[in-house]
């Protein structure tokens, strides 16, 4: 009937900042102990853009190497990124991923869309295994588009055969929110204070 909502289905979630903390701070607090030459670093070194290269694809050594040779002063620290990237992702969000065992149980289907490069990726899968349990994955840098760019979230949809207005999507980013509500995905946005747990009952994925 039009006008009635599709009945929820599915989940799609985010990985870093939902399931898996994410902050490069996590790191470079370690390696610069001064808080305003760490604001200087994180304001004038570190770049969104330059690493948002690395979850399209860019491998990260060469990315890396881009970076170290706009700052060479910064070289230790950069190469610290990579070298002690686990530390920017230190631990599992325990409540979160305690939400796909119970999908499970509750036989919904449990998909990832992420923004990962695809070597730190491979690695994260090793250091936690519930990343390779989701019924279907889509990450950036193997498919080489990031989110909020609509094209990732068409190709999650046509290789997994869904609808988008069957899904709940589930990310910290408010961009990447937007870009699935424009394609009809019900959504839940992480942020300070969010029970993910109450919006997956309030959307009946969980009773």
Do not use: C
């Not at 449990?110 to 695809?118: D, V």
């Not at 999507?169 to 993910?196: K, M, W």
Request: aromatic residues 12%.
């Amino acid at each position: 009937m039009s006008g009635v909502p599709s009945p929820v289905g599915y989940a799609v979630f985010d990985v870093g900042n939902v399931l898996i903390e994410w902050n490069p701070r996590f790191l470079f607090r370690k390696l610069i102990s001064d808080p305003a030459r760490l604001d200087w670093f994180m304001g004038h070194v570190w770049d969104d853009a330059w690493n948002i290269e690395m979850d399209r694809g860019q491998p990260f050594a060469e990315g890396i190497a881009l970076l170290i040779a706009r700052h060479p002063e910064w070289e230790a620290e950069i190469r610290a990124y990579d070298e002690r990237w686990d530390e920017t992702a230190p631990n599992a969000i325990a409540a979160n991923v305690a939400l796909l065992e119970e999908l499970r149980s509750n036989g919904i289907p449990r998909y990832a869309i992420t923004n990962f490069s695809a070597e730190k990726f491979a690695a994260s899968q090793r250091r936690f295994p519930f990343l390779d349990t989701f019924d279907g994955l889509v990450v950036s840098a193997h498919e080489r588009l990031v989110k909020p760019d609509p094209a990732i979230f068409r190709l999650f949809l046509e290789r997994y055969g869904l609808a988008a207005s069957r899904g709940v999507f589930i990310d910290d980013s408010e961009r990447n929110i937007r870009a699935a509500e424009a394609l009809e995905f019900r959504t839940v946005h992480v942020q300070p204070g969010v029970d993910v747990r109450a919006e997956m009952v309030r959307s009946g994925l969980i009773v």
